[in-house]
């Protein structure tokens, strides 16, 4: 990451701004082509990930030095400035895209399982539908029903009985 950052930051585009900005290398500009002005600046430009703290197991680099050298130790510090300053801005920028990125990740892992939700939840339907009656889940509704329907049994074979017993008492 602080490679990227790095060429980032010692870009063609973002070093010429500073020379325009700060009025740098004014003698060489005029008997030196750009990329040569360029390829001076940078030699100037240090940077260097900064020591681990001792005891750290991480080994990632989360903070680096800085320097500049120029002939005013003020106009050091603001190039030196300048540059933290665009070092803070792709690291923000890069922040913002992995974000990004994660989001558009999850939202699309949301949708995926929203769909293979929905279509399980179709089989299921269907499944009942087919099954209907059938199912473990409905097993106390179809006792009920069963034992509602032998007591309506009972009480018709009772019927029969007792106008079974009629008719003999009637045809005797």
Request: proline share 3%; no cysteine; hydrophobic share 40%.
């Amino acid at each position: 990451a602080l490679q990227a950052m790095t060429q980032e930051v010692l870009s063609r585009a973002r070093l010429l701004e500073l020379i325009d900005e700060f009025g740098l290398y004014a003698k060489e500009r005029k008997r030196l082509a750009p990329e040569e002005v360029l390829d001076l600046m940078r030699k100037y430009i240090h940077i260097e990930p900064a020591a681990p703290v001792p005891g750290s197991k991480d080994k990632d680099v989360n903070s680096f030095k800085i320097s500049f050298v120029a002939e005013k130790a003020a106009l050091a510090q603001q190039v030196t400035s300048k540059l933290t300053s665009f070092f803070i801005q792709a690291n923000l920028k890069t922040r913002e895209d992995q974000a990004t990125n994660t989001t558009n990740f999850l939202q699309a892992q949301l949708e995926s399982a929203k769909n293979t939700l929905t279509a399980q939840e179709g089989k299921l339907r269907d499944f009942k539908a087919q099954y209907l009656g059938e199912l473990p889940e409905q097993l106390q509704g179809n006792l009920a029903i069963f034992n509602g329907a032998q007591l309506q049994l009972q009480n018709v074979e009772g019927s029969i009985d007792r106008a079974q017993q009629q008719r003999v008492y009637l045809e005797s």
